[in-house]
């Protein structure tokens, strides 16, 4: 922080000033003081010395006030906030008698902490009362300004007239005061600026003979499409018709603004209409816009589908690729699920409530940490799916992917980004499905049509996959008379039975395991049992399941 903070001769923030013959203009700087010390720095004296020359012919009065930050004893820091007053003073009567009689001094201690931090507190706060004649007047907040030249309003002279300037920068002002982010025509727009000025005399409001040199400050970087907007009240809401002017910027050394000959008063802003109806965001001055491509935190696939990570996903970003897996190549197919002897259930049990269209596969050497990754997805890429939502699934240790139900909705209401994409905030996981969500979706029920028998061994393991949907369940032990039959499974109903691949483990001997893979119509049918046979004589020997070959379910 700087240890010299001017106030630039501005007034005072949000006020109203009077120039009447009996008032004056205020002005006022302050200078800034060491820890425990009273005595002035050397560029305090240059400020106090250049204020001083700026003001000499207009100065009526001088006030002086010392202040302290909170460290301390409240006595102490009176006197120390006196002593402080007085070196100010001193330093004040070298500049000119005639000062010295126009000042008076005031010290408070740490009565007054005006600032967050301790050290600017340390200060002594220098008031000119200026004398003010009938001419140009130059009204400041901060970096908002109305420059009104002498004879703008006549026949009342400026030195008669107040004035009021306001800048509002952000969304819960606007609220407070009635201000509307709609135009005339009931289209939401975004603002860079909005400045309220008005001139009155005798609480009567002025009309303006000449244009009064208004400056609005911007909030946001510049950037082009922003036109000058009036406020208009309509129904007791401000709300904004667009002159048709460009705001262009004027960049000067401490301030950025856009600046306008304005005959009017009231409200006005620079603003320009939202890309898209879709764009609800509720701020006025701030949105999120389309992700920066080149950021070193962003990786896109070939379809522009976005992720954009959160700092420490991943210690480098080098190799990670994002991919749209619209084939859906990365799920589970039924060789794969018998290879890894799970189910489809195992992997994916609520794919009754979704209607998957593709999967986003982050594809990564390193596993992500666990972090939240903004992914956005292109609305042409879906634009077929209702209500898109995306399936968070996470990598099982063996290294497939497994769904389960932690569904993600787009997140409206950001900015221009919702006109192209939608937007959601993930899990980092880097596995995910799109599609259409039905919450309210139940399993479909299964007819029992076929019986499967395996002969001589009981307690097997039967998994049975539909090569056409990629289905693959675990087949129930049959029940006939009431009693459970240990070598028969039950076999549910398909559109093609000649789909349905069977896969048996069995590890009920000792010293090794047998399995057997076949097309369910490859094996002997018993019509009259509505039955299949599995024969004991072709089943393979191995030591472990992982060392099964697949060939029909391919």
């Not at 460009?246 to 890309?275: I, V």
């Not at 954009?308 to 991919?323: K, M, P, R």
């Not at 393991?461 to 006939?480: I, L, P």
């Amino acid at each position: 922080m700087k240890k010299l903070f001017l106030g630039c001769f501005l007034m005072l923030c949000c006020a109203t000033f009077s120039f009447g013959q009996e008032e004056a203009i205020m002005d006022s700087m302050e200078v800034f003081f060491k820890l425990d010390k009273a005595n002035l720095l050397d560029e305090s004296t240059e400020a106090i010395t250049a204020a001083f020359e700026k003001n000499k012919e207009r100065i009526l009065k001088v006030r002086v006030a010392g202040h302290t930050c909170d460290l301390g004893s409240d006595n102490y820091n009176m006197g120390l906030s006196e002593k402080r007053a007085n070196a100010a003073f001193e330093f004040v009567k070298t500049l000119g008698d005639a000062y010295q009689e126009k000042t008076e001094l005031f010290f408070y201690g740490e009565k007054e902490q005006k600032y967050d931090e301790r050290e600017p507190n340390r200060r002594v706060h220098v008031l000119f009362y200026l004398e003010d004649d009938d001419r140009d007047t130059l009204i400041k907040k901060d970096c908002a300004e109305a420059f009104i030249e002498k004879g703008t309003y006549k026949p009342t002279k400026t030195k008669k007239s107040s004035f009021e300037l306001k800048y509002f920068n952000n969304s819960k002002t606007l609220k407070a005061n009635n201000i509307s982010i709609n135009d005339t025509e009931g289209r939401k727009l975004y603002f860079n600026s909005i400045v309220f000025f008005k001139a009155s005399f005798e609480g009567a409001e002025l009309a303006a003979k000449k244009a009064v040199k208004i400056k609005l400050p911007l909030v946001n970087e510049h950037k082009d499409g922003y036109t000058f907007y009036e406020g208009q009240d309509q129904g007791g809401q401000i709300v904004w018709k667009n002159t048709g002017k460009p705001c262009q910027l004027t960049d000067g050394a401490d301030c950025k603004t856009y600046d306008f000959d304005w005959m009017n008063s009231g409200f006005c802003a620079c603003a320009m209409q939202r890309e898209c109806e879709e764009d609800c965001n509720p701020r006025a001055f701030s949105e999120v816009s389309r992700p920066d491509l080149t950021a070193a935190n962003v990786r896109y696939s070939a379809e522009k589908t976005i992720c954009e990570f959160e700092e420490g996903t991943y210690a480098n970003l080098d190799g990670v690729t994002v991919i749209d897996d619209n084939n859906k190549e990365e799920d589970l197919d039924v060789c794969e699920q018998f290879e890894y002897g799970i189910t489809t259930d195992d992997w994916f049990p609520n794919r009754h409530n979704m209607a998957d269209k593709k999967n986003i596969i982050v594809k990564s050497e390193a596993a992500p940490a666990g972090k939240t990754t903004r992914l956005y997805i292109p609305k042409t890429s879906v634009e077929d799916l209702k209500e898109p939502i995306v399936l968070v699934g996470d990598r099982h240790a063996k290294g497939y992917a497994k769904y389960a139900d932690n569904v993600v909705r787009p997140t409206d209401c950001l900015g221009s980004v919702n006109c192209e994409y939608l937007v959601y905030d993930v899990p980092s996981t880097g596995v995910y499905k799109v599609g259409d969500w039905d919450k309210d979706a139940t399993k479909p029920k299964k007819e029992e049509k076929w019986i499967l028998k395996v002969r001589l061994l009981k307690e097997s393991v039967v998994f049975v996959g539909n090569k056409t949907t990629g289905e693959v369940y675990k087949a129930k032990n049959a029940t006939r008379k009431n009693k459970t039959r240990p070598k028969e499974y039950t076999i549910y109903g398909c559109e093609n039975v000649g789909d349905l691949v069977v896969y048996v483990q069995n590890s009920t001997k000792k010293n090794f395991k047998l399995y057997q893979e076949v097309k369910l119509t490859d094996l002997k049918y018993k019509k009259a049992a509505n039955m299949y046979v599995m024969r004991r004589v072709k089943f393979t020997k191995c030591q472990d399941f992982s060392e099964a070959q697949f060939t029909n379910c391919k």
